[in-house]
């Protein structure tokens, strides 16, 4: 297949670089730690570098004087992709370049989101499609960006797209194969021009040249024809140093991109979730920046370094030692899967973006400014930074569920959920692998015993510091069937899953957690989960049951001043049976004297508006004339009624503002708001 030769102009990225070209000016700053050391390594800072055919670097946006406006990620392209294409799976330059393509629009429709990121005039065609930059060197010594200019004429290089021009050099066409070279059209098209790789292969011509060669070319150029920023080592004091017999060039001059590239700017986001999960877990912050120098992952370290300490100061309600601090850690995981297991699953947009593969390196997680009194651990999202996987050369859409999708959240489900210091992520999806080869009726969770790897302690950072009661084994097995079922239906042994069901299922398990988490009743309590509130099996309180006792005292005396109604009519003011909302499904019976009658106080955490009641209840009014049943919803309390009691709990708190105006007056004696009965962590910090 024949390319037509590139002859757009390639957009430069210098004129927003700070204080490149000149003194001084505000842009967008790269390079990071020591620029002048000495050494052809990477002077910028990398947060991942396993994406096929991208690395993602910090940046920061300055101001004149160097002062910080504004952190961001920078999703660069790649000089070399780590994937090679097959037969099977052809690759070639256009999938690449479709595939960022496809992914700048992608975010762009996501750019409403905080973390959207940012778009330079220079990357927009006038189709709205992104554009490449221009191939982008640095120099430590000097500190400045460049364009590599031809070593012969001193204009800047291109990227050769002519199929046929290869071939008569005898290199590999770049339409069918991911082979790219840069080279001088107008120095070619006159015979002196050279053909230039950033690394050079085996089976690759002698006379096609790499980067080292192009590099140590520079010292012939007299002149620079560059218009955007002419080549500094021209004019240079150390230009003896670099390209004498020294030969420092090579070790001060790097490309940031050898080749044209994609790129694409985030908001900078807080952490990975390889460190955001052992935090969570237990783990200190020093522990893991420990962790990350250990294995060469700087950019990491320095995110983690860079987060205030004093801003995770009480980071989670409990403390390791509370019996509750395991159903915490448990919520805060499930929030942490339910996040990312949404987009993958049930976010239309990111399905139908190139081929979307997940994998928890590149997803990151976010604490916004904190506002109010949560915990900083309670306030996060996340968001995937990724190209999104290969194009698929058939050109069939994307399935909405894939197996080998399935399978890999579900190994990130007991990723996320078990991995520690004591077993890492080999150990854990070994032992899930293992009891889903060794038998197709590998048992739910909730069946027997299961191996030590899946005990609920390692849930911890550190299992053996962990303790988890048999009162919370119950919610840990939901949790792993919950992942099991992805396994399952993955490999076929579950044909009936659905992601509806799914996420029915795990948010009917969180709300369990969370309902334990907060309840006053004991860990072993019977707790159920009726329109996500909680029904227990407690008394009501005394001071709540005097009160009540109060206003039935004051009723009873208005009814024994006045006239008796006459036998056969109703009294709309005696009332036998008061529903308040909401509170707990417990039946309260306050005895009044065997002549005057019994009441009868339903207090309910079910947030109805319309209560209907019993059918025992219908019927006990219809044998007595003067039974009444009156439902006090928390919006309307009736007007009529002597007192109204509106009992709070938790997040159903009742604004004042929102009662009727009758509330403040004669007719109904008084409102009486009653906090419930102990004030726990969360009402502390919704307070």
């Known amino acids: 297949m024949q390319a037509q030769i590139d002859t757009d102009k390639f957009a430069s990225l210098l004129p927003y670089l700070a204080g490149n070209c000149q003194d001084s000016s505000p842009g967008l700053s790269l390079a990071a730690g020591d620029r002048s050391a000495i050494g052809n390594f990477f002077p910028f800072r990398v947060l991942n570098d396993s994406i096929p055919t991208a690395r993602l670097l910090e940046a920061e946006f300055v101001t004149d004087t160097g002062s910080g406006l504004k952190k961001v990620f920078l999703l660069l392209q790649k000089d070399r992709y780590l994937f090679q294409g097959d037969e099977l799976r052809p690759l070639a330059n256009p999938d690449v370049d479709h595939l960022w393509q496809r992914a700048f629009s992608f975010h762009a429709r996501e750019g409403k989101d905080s973390s959207g990121g940012v778009v330079l005039a220079a990357q927009l065609r006038e189709n709205g499609e992104l554009n490449p930059l221009a191939p982008l060197f640095y120099c430590r010594m000097s500190q400045r960006f460049f364009h590599p200019p031809c070593p012969v004429c001193g204009l800047p290089l291109q990227l050769c797209r002519d199929d046929d021009l290869l071939a008569m050099a005898g290199l590999q066409p770049y339409s069918t194969t991911l082979k790219r070279y840069l080279y001088c059209a107008p120095c070619t098209r006159g015979g002196e021009g050279a053909f230039y790789i950033n690394e050079r292969d085996a089976a690759d011509p002698l006379v096609l040249k790499d980067r080292t060669a192009l590099i140590r070319e520079f010292g012939s150029l007299r002149q620079s024809r560059d218009p955007v920023c002419p080549f500094p080592c021209i004019g240079c004091p150390e230009h003896g140093a670099c390209y004498g017999p020294d030969g420092a060039a090579g070790s001060r001059i790097v490309p940031f991109s050898f080749y044209p ?31 990350l120098v250990s294995r060469n992952e700087s950019g990491r370290s320095h995110c983690l370094t860079g987060l205030k300490a004093g801003e995770f100061a009480g980071a989670t309600f409990f403390a390791p030692s509370d019996e509750r601090y395991f ?166 042994h579950d044909r009936q899953w659905s992601i509806g069901v799914f996420f029915e299922e795990f948010e009917r398990l969180r709300t369990e957690v ?54 056969g009519e109703e009294d709309p003011r005696l009332l036998e049976t008061v529903i308040l909302a909401p509170l707990r499904d417990i039946p309260v019976t306050v005895q009044a004297q065997p002549e005057e009658y019994t009441e009868t106080v339903v207090l309910s955490t079910t947030n109805h508006r319309h209560c209907e009641p019993t059918a025992g209840r219908q019927q006990n009014a219809t044998e007595d004339p003067l039974a009444e049943t009156v439902i006090i919803a928390p919006e309307r309390p009736p007007e009529d009624l002597a007192a109204t009691v509106i009992m709070t709990a938790g997040a159903d708190r009742v604004d004042p503002k929102s009662l009727p105006e009758t509330a403040g007056e004669d007719d109904p004696e008084a409102t009486v708001i009653l906090p419930p009965r102990k004030t726990m962590a969360w009402d502390k910090a919704r307070s």
Do not use: C
Request: aromatic residues 12%.
């Open 261 to 291: 590239f994609h790129l694409l700017i985030f908001d900078a986001l807080s952490l990975n979730a390889l460190d955001f999960l052992p935090i969570i877990s237990g783990a200190s912050f020093e522990e893991v920046a420990s962790r």
């Open 327 to 492: 159903p915490e850690v448990l919520f805060l995981k499930l929030a942490f899967l339910g996040d990312i297991l949404r987009q993958f699953l049930a976010g239309p947009d990111l399905l139908g973006h190139p081929d979307m593969r997940p994998t928890i390196d590149r997803v990151w997680v976010e604490f916004p400014n904190r506002s109010g009194l949560l915990p900083a651990f309670w306030n996060f999202r996340t968001k995937v930074i990724d190209l999104g996987g290969f194009p698929d050369a058939t050109g069939l859409p994307p399935k909405k569920t894939s197996s080998d999708l399935l399978f890999y959240l579900g190994m990130l489900w007991f990723y996320a959920l078990l991995v520690n210091k004591k077993q890492g992520s080999k150990e854990v999806l070994s032992a899930v692998k293992d009891g889903l080869s060794g038998n197709e009726d590998f048992p739910e969770f909730s069946v027997g015993p299961f191996p030590v790897v899946f005990a609920a302690e390692n849930i911890f950072w550190d299992p053996d510091g962990g303790n988890v009661g048999g009162d919370w084994q119950s919610l840990w097995r939901k949790t792993l069937d919950l992942g099991l079922g992805m396994l399952r239906s993955a490999t076929g």
């Open 514 to 567: 969370k309902i334990a988490l907060f309840t006053e009743s004991p860990p072993g309590g019977e707790v159920t989960v009726q329109n996500g509130w909680q029904a227990g099996k407690a008394g009501i309180d005394e001071e709540i049951g005097g009160i009540l006792s109060g206003i039935l005292d004051r009723w009873r005396g208005s009814l024994k001043n006045e006239t008796p109604p006459t036998p």
